[in-house]
């Protein structure tokens, strides 16, 4: 079965200050994976998605994820981060086939200090 | 519509009662989802629906938990004799095709006292 790591909780981050947030996952062939953001009291954003091609992946608001099989880590990152990134952020893993749920990580929680 | 519309945005609701939770997907999404947040948790998959194929139910955890999607569009997800540990908030996405990448709502937070 697929699943999904996200081995930080918590982090902390200054205004301006480079971002990477870590994602594991597990699963036995290529997977579809994303970056979801939730502000509090919202729904969660898309922020980007791998599907195949190119491994370093754009999304919006200056955010970038990069696929390493490797390691099979996608981690999230921006090179300067804004008090408005504060937020909480989801990994997920997706299957190809079957019943096409994504599998979410529990969550890393960004704070941003002036 | 513009995107996926969820209702009521909160609910409360005492012990035993129960509850409906309305989805109005993304006009022409074929793929709905309903997940669970409980508070500090990640999200737990309930169902799936896709165009007219059977229900993937298996994330459902209980048989107090049912839901339907009528026309192929709008859902909604009943909760029978509700429990404490029913408190969540109830997330509903929709998605255009095969692949997963969904649109989320803002979901419904239940309380359930």
């Known amino acids: ?114 | 519509g513009a995107g996926v519309s969820q209702s009521p945005s909160n609910k409360v609701t005492e012990k035993g009662k129960d509850v409906e939770l309305r989805c109005d997907p993304i006009s022409g999404h074929t793929a709905l989802y309903w997940y669970r947040q409980s508070l500090g948790q990640g999200l737990e998959f309930l169902i799936y629906f896709q165009g007219n194929s059977a229900p993937d139910k298996s994330g459902l955890p209980s048989d107090r938990f049912s839901a339907e999607r009528t026309g192929g569009s709008v859902s909604t997800l009943t909760i029978q004799r509700t429990q404490q540990e029913d408190s969540a908030v109830y997330l509903c996405a929709s998605s255009t095709d095969q692949r997963p990448g969904y649109t989320f709502g803002s979901g419904t937070r239940l309380t359930v006292v």
């Open chain 1, 1 to 114: 079965a697929q699943s999904v790591t996200q081995p930080d909780i918590h982090i902390t981050v200054s205004e301006g200050a480079s971002l990477e947030l870590r994602c594991n996952y597990s699963y036995g062939a290529t997977p579809y994976l994303f970056w979801y953001v939730q502000s509090p009291g919202q729904g969660l954003q898309l922020l980007l998605k791998y599907f195949s091609g190119d491994t370093l992946v754009q999304g919006i608001k200056g955010f970038e994820a990069e696929f390493k099989r490797s390691q099979s880590s996608f981690n999230l990152r921006k090179p300067s981060v804004h008090w408005s990134d504060a937020a909480e952020y989801f990994c997920a893993v997706g299957a190809g086939t079957g019943r096409r749920a994504l599998t979410f990580g529990s969550g890393t929680r960004l704070q941003v200090q002036p």
